[in-house]
C-alpha cells in the first residue's frame, strides 16, 4: 500500500472508468476453484493508459 500511495504522487487519475465485469468475472474464475478444492490464489492484474 505504501507503494501504490507513493506511485499515486507521480501521475495523476483520469476519468473513472468500470472495471465491475472483470472484477466480477475474475471473481467467478476463482470461485470455480474452490468447487474442486483447489485452494489457490489468484491475482486480478489491471493496466491502464491514459491518452491525455
Known amino acids: 500500500m505504501a507503494a501504490y500511495a507513493s ?3 507521480n501521475f ?5 472508468t468500470l472495471f465491475g465485469h ?13 468447487k474442486y478444492n ?3 490464489y489468484f491475482v486480478l492484474l489491471i493496466i ?5
Open 7 to 9: 506511485a499515486l504522487q
Open 12 to 16: 495523476t487519475l483520469s476519468r473513472p
Open 22 to 34: 472483470v472484477v466480477n468475472k475474475a471473481a467467478e474464475i476463482a470461485v470455480e476453484s474452490l
Open 38 to 40: 483447489q485452494h489457490k
Open 48 to 52: 491502464t493508459v491514459s491518452n491525455g
